[in-house]
């Protein structure tokens, strides 16, 4: 069965630095891979996927993933963090014949000024 | 256009009684999908319908839940003598097919937050 790992259970990031947020996925084939942003009150957002193809992804709001087979690894990036992107942040898998996904635990962002 | 809605957007019930959770997938969808968030997790897969039929149940924790989409739109998640254990956040997504990763995005609704006394 398919698993996601995000080792980092909170992080905080000055606003206008950089931001590397760690995913890690255990699939015995290609795996379909996305990362989804959920803020206070709100449903979850996609932000981007992963299919196939260029391993590099864009998505909303700035931020991008790189999908490395070899360290069964999808990070999510965003060059410069604004005070609005503080949410959590959640790293999927799917697989097999269906459309249901597999989550990680989740990343809290805090955002300081 | 309008999202997921679900309703209610709270449910506070004591222990061993019954609750039903609504969803209002966006319109046109055949894909609805129901995920359990608990306190300090990520979401994880309860069942997934397509059209009117449960494609993959596998998520159900036991028989006290059920879920149905009688019409193929809005879906119901039922929960039978209710425990303590069952507290958590329940989200509902739709997509526009299903099953075709290539063309489909989950959107998810708010979710209900469910708390058993």
């Known amino acids: 069965a398919q698993s996601v790992t995000q080792p980092d259970i909170h992080i905080t990031v000055s606003e206008g630095a950089s931001l590397e947020l760690r995913c890690n996925y255990s699939?015995?084939?290609?795996?379909?891979l996305f990362w989804y942003v959920q803020s206070p009150g709100q449903g979850l957002q996609l932000l981007l996927k992963?299919?196939?193809?260029?391993?590099l992804v864009q998505g909303i709001k700035g931020f991008e993933a790189e999908f490395k087979r070899s360290q069964s690894s999808f990070n999510l990036r965003k060059p410069s963090v604004h005070w609005s992107d503080a949410a959590e942040y959640f790293c999927?898998?799917?697989?097999?014949?269906?459309?249901?996904?597999?989550f990680g635990k989740g990343t809290m962002l805090l955002v300081s000024p | 256009g309008a999202g997921v809605s679900q309703t209610p957007s709270n449910k506070v019930t004591e222990k061993g009684k019954y609750v039903e959770l609504r969803c209002d997938p966006i319109?046109?969808?055949?894909?609805l999908y129901w995920y359990r968030q608990s306190l300090g997790q990520g979401p994880e897969f309860l069942i997934y319908?397509?059209?009117?039929?449960?494609?993959?149940d596998s998520g159900l924790p036991n028989d006290r839940f059920f879920a149905v989409r009688p019409e193929g739109s809005v879906s119901t998640l039922k929960i039978q003598r209710t425990e303590r254990g069952d507290s958590a956040v329940y989200l509902c997504?739709?997509?526009?097919?299903?099953?075709?990763?290539?063309?489909?995005?989950?959107?998810f609704g708010p979710g209900t937050r469910l708390t058993v006394l």
């Open positions: 999927a898998v799917g697989a097999g014949g269906y459309s249901t996904l597999t």
């Open positions: 997504a739709s997509s526009p097919s299903g099953g075709v990763f290539g063309t489909d995005t989950q959107y």
């Open positions: 699939y015995g084939a290609t795996p379909y």
């Open positions: 992963y299919f196939s193809g260029d391993t």
């Open positions: 319109s046109g969808h055949t894909a």
């Open positions: 319908f397509q059209g009117t039929g449960a494609a993959d």
